[in-house]
C-alpha cells in the first residue's frame, strides 16, 4: 500500500514537483505542475501536502469544487493522493490564521517543504504578498498508486 510519505518521495528528486487537478465548473479536470511539499497542519497537526497558487484558475475551482488529486512521479512509479483543499491567504481566511505574518511564516514553509531554498527571504516575501499567493492544505482522503 502506498503511503503519504512514499507519495512524497517520488518527486522529491524534482523538488516536489506532482501535477494538481482540479475540477472545473462544466466538470472537466484542469491541471497543472506546482511544487507540493509534506508538512504539518498548522493548527490541525497532522500530515498534510501543500503548495502555493495565485490567479483565477485553480482558486476559483478549489473555491466552488474543493476536491483535487496530486499525483507525483518518477519514471513509470507513480502515486495520486486525493484530498479536499484548504485555502488559506489574503481572499481565504482561516480561524487558526490571525495575521499577515503567520501567512508570510507558512508561505516559506510550504516552499522549503517542496524542497524550496532561497537566498533572499525579503524578496521572497515581496513577490509573495505582490502576487497575492494563497497556500493550499490538503488532507488527504485517499492514496494510492504503484510507487
Do not use: C
Not at 528528486?13 to 491541471?31: C, E, N, Y
Not at 501536502?49 to 484558475?57: A, E, N, P, Q, S
Amino acid at each position: 500500500m502506498t503511503t503519504l510519505s512514499d507519495a512524497v518521495a517520488l518527486a522529491a528528486a524534482d523538488k516536489g514537483l506532482a501535477v494538481v487537478s482540479t475540477v472545473r465548473a462544466t466538470g472537466t479536470v484542469q491541471a497543472s505542475l506546482v511544487n507540493v511539499g509534506l508538512l504539518t497542519h498548522p493548527a490541525g497537526g497532522g500530515s498534510v501536502l501543500g503548495f502555493t497558487t495565485y490567479g483565477k484558475v485553480k482558486l476559483t475551482n478549489l473555491r466552488a469544487r474543493p476536491q483535487l488529486a496530486v499525483t507525483f512521479r518518477n519514471g513509470w512509479r507513480w502515486a495520486t493522493v486525493e484530498g479536499r483543499a484548504e485555502l488559506v491567504g489574503p481572499e481565504d481566511s482561516q480561524p487558526w490564521l490571525s495575521d499577515g505574518e503567520q501567512l508570510r511564516l507558512l508561505l516559506r514553509d510550504v516552499f522549503i517543504a517542496a524542497g524550496g531554498t532561497h537566498d533572499d527571504w525579503d524578496e521572497y516575501d515581496r513577490v509573495m504578498a505582490a502576487e497575492r499567493r494563497a497556500v493550499v492544505l490538503i488532507e488527504p482522503t485517499r492514496v494510492y498508486g504503484n510507487g
